[in-house]
């Protein structure tokens, strides 16, 4: 009978399990894991926290007796694995409860050792009050920290996913919420620009937000704690919470001489075995290929850590299955706003020297605007201009984001191009899109750009440009707010206005979203003026200024 050891019970662990135990009846598999419960929900820890989810044992997906009595596999918590001995194939296990060291012997050994919070190395990440949320025992002392202390007011250090939930959830208990980012911008999955739509609307909730300054160090305070920043400012708190990412649990691979990747994940091929042939590895601790950019990456996501169990357990059996990589799909809740993205994005892919590509906005309504409810979605996509492929998208907004974003990572997986996005037949009923929806917009926008019928002005750069500014929405519209220098010539009186524009300069058009400057630049086109088009018009404009990236 050949053993499967496996380390780690919750999703990429857990999977492998029952997967294997599904292909071969005949193998023995025990899973150790050195917390009290396995196979629990991570992603709702959050919602405990929030009491959106009031039972705790909602967060268990399946029990130790549920995977001896359905799958027949051993489950042994508060167990940890010490060592792993490669030359004669055991573990040293530590049973957690006695102290007791013994030796198991294994065949095939699978380390899904997951991640572990970052917590920094400056005083005071230890004092009481600061937590991180990793656990249901994390979660559940904060509840309790809570329910018994009652804080006024929480700082919240780190903008990402997280950091993000645990924002709504504190909000949800009644706590004034400061949210602390050390990079420029929060959510680092998004680029700068789409991520301050976010910013915007914690801010409209009554969150505190702070970008570009960083923990130094947390001091108890009479009022409890008091979280100091890296540029000196002070801010009292009766609750701190650390969201400042997962670090890989690879001390036991690398202690073992298995390859550790240069992002500090264990290193494995596309069938997910590491650098010894006995012994595969899944999960939040490895190392796999970006399928975007080709990079290698470490993605802390339940759903590529379950596909990865899956892909092993068949490798295990001698199935032929392989990881394909990830592109980093993921989403987050906040206030009832959705944001998601997938594949890469702008700044990752300047970031490696790619440059032969384009960025698209547009912020069409999540349905027909003619049906009452329509949202507005913001919506960023990257493609190639060498091929059209689609490369990134980022959305943001109330309704109808998930599934756009669902649809452009499908396309991303299949190698599409922008004219599959344009050409894509999707559901419409005017409640739930539009009969051009807004991933065929997208489509259709970037085809123009890449046929030639626009030219697409760099945002980036528009302080420097020597271009003339046109706006042309209507008087009313510019006398609310507009870009500065830019000149009011409306859509509706162009072409009987068109001859005060000058022909020796660029004129980069703009309008409310995109679609009248399109109008616009065409006519001009058409007309001999070297017309370019502001992507996403002054909508795109509020963004990026709130980003800092223009002016």
């Given at each position: 009978?050949?053993?499967?050891?496996?380390?780690?019970?919750?999703?990429?662990?857990?999977?492998?399990?029952?997967?294997?135990?599904?292909?071969?009846?005949?193998?023995?598999?025990?899973?150790?894991?050195?917390?009290?419960?396995?196979?629990?929900?991570?992603?709702?820890?959050?919602?405990?926290?929030?009491?959106?989810?009031?039972?705790?044992?909602?967060?268990?997906?399946?029990?130790?007796?549920?995977?001896?009595?359905r799958f027949n596999i051993d489950v042994q918590t508060m167990t940890e694995v010490r060592a792993i001995?490669?030359?004669?194939?055991?573990?040293?296990?530590?049973?957690?409860?006695?102290?007791?060291?013994?030796?198991?012997?294994?065949d095939v050994l699978v380390l899904a050792p997951g991640a572990s919070p970052v917590r920094p190395p400056c005083a005071g990440v230890d004092l009481p009050g600061v937590f991180s949320v990793r656990s249901i025992?994390?979660?559940?002392?904060?509840?309790?920290?809570?329910?018994?202390?009652?804080?006024?007011?929480?700082?919240?250090?780190?903008?990402?996913?997280?950091g993000l939930e645990m924002v709504e959830n504190l909000v949800q208990r009644g706590l004034q919420v400061c949210l602390l980012e050390k990079l420029d911008h929060i959510l680092p999955p998004l680029d700068p620009e789409m991520s301050s739509w976010v910013v915007e609307h914690l801010e409209a909730h009554g969150v505190e937000v702070h970008v570009g300054d960083g923990l130094d160090h947390i001091e108890p305070h009479d009022a409890g704690l008091c979280v100091v920043t890296e540029k000196g400012h002070r801010h009292v708190a009766g609750l701190v919470i650390l969201a400042l990412g997962v670090k890989p649990e690879v001390h036991l691979a690398r202690d073992a001489g298995l390859a550790i990747g240069p992002r500090g994940g264990i290193l494995v091929d596309s069938q997910m075995r590491t650098s010894d042939p006995y012994i595969w590895a899944v999960g939040d601790a490895v190392e796999?290929?970006?399928?975007?950019?080709?990079?290698?990456?470490?993605?802390?996501?339940?759903?590529?850590?379950?596909?990865?169990?899956?892909?092993?357990?068949?490798?295990?059996?001698?199935?032929?299955?392989?990881?394909?990589?990830?592109?980093?799909?993921?989403i987050v809740g906040v206030f009832g706003l959705t944001v998601a993205c997938t594949g890469a994005t702008e700044k990752g892919l300047r970031r490696i020297g790619a440059s032969n590509f384009a960025a698209i906005y547009l912020h069409p309504?999540?349905?027909?605007?003619y049906f009452p409810g329509a949202k507005p979605i913001h919506l960023k996509l990257l493609?190639?201009?060498?091929?059209?492929?689609?490369?990134?998208?980022?959305?943001?907004?109330?309704?109808?984001?998930?599934?756009?974003?669902?649809?452009?990572?499908?396309?991303?997986?299949?190698g599409g191009t922008v004219d599959d996005l344009a050409e894509a037949e999707l559901c419409y009923a005017p409640q739930y899109g539009a009969a051009k929806d807004p991933v065929n917009l997208a489509g259709m926008i970037a085809q123009n750009v890449l046929h030639g019928d626009v030219e697409l002005a760099d945002w980036a750069t528009l302080d420097r440009s020597s271009a003339l500014l046109?706006?042309?929405?209507?008087?009313?519209?510019?006398?609310?707010?507009?870009?500065?220098?830019?000149?009011?010539?409306?859509?509706?009186?162009?072409?009987?206005?068109?001859?005060?524009?000058?022909?020796?300069?660029?004129?980069?058009?703009?309008?409310?979203?995109?679609?009248?400057?399109?109008?616009?630049?065409?006519?001009?086109?058409?007309?001999?003026f070297q017309a370019a088009n502001l992507s996403g018009g002054y909508t795109t404009y509020l963004a990026l200024r709130r980003a800092g990236i223009v002016p």
């Open positions: 009978m050949r053993r499967v050891l496996i380390v780690g019970g919750v999703a990429g662990g857990a999977s492998c399990a029952a997967r294997l135990r599904r292909l071969d009846e005949s193998c023995e598999i025990v899973v150790f894991d050195r917390g009290p419960y396995v196979s629990f929900a991570n992603c709702g820890l959050p919602y405990y926290v929030g009491n959106v989810i009031a039972d705790e044992r909602q967060l268990l997906v399946a029990s130790r007796e549920l995977f001896q009595q001995h490669r030359a004669d194939r055991t573990l040293t296990v530590c049973d957690l409860e006695t102290g007791a060291l013994r030796t198991e012997r294994y025992p994390d979660s559940r002392a904060i509840r309790s920290w809570i329910e018994q202390k009652r804080p006024v007011k929480a700082v919240v250090v780190g903008g990402g996913l997280i796999t290929q970006d399928v975007v950019t080709g990079q290698e990456t470490i993605l802390p996501l339940a759903g590529p850590a379950n596909r990865q169990g899956r892909i092993a357990a068949d490798s295990i059996a001698g199935r032929p299955s392989k990881f394909r990589g990830v592109q980093g799909t993921a309504g999540h349905h027909a605007g493609f190639s201009l060498d091929d059209g492929k689609v490369l990134g998208a980022q959305a943001v907004g109330q309704e109808g984001v998930d599934k756009r974003i669902d649809v452009l990572a499908t396309a991303i997986q299949f046109l706006d042309v929405r209507e008087p009313d519209e510019f006398a609310a707010g507009h870009i500065p220098n830019a000149v009011s010539i409306p859509l509706s009186q162009l072409r009987t206005r068109y001859r005060e524009l000058p022909r020796d300069r660029s004129v980069y058009v703009y309008c409310g979203v995109g679609q009248r400057a399109y109008f616009a630049a065409r006519f001009l086109r058409h007309h001999g």
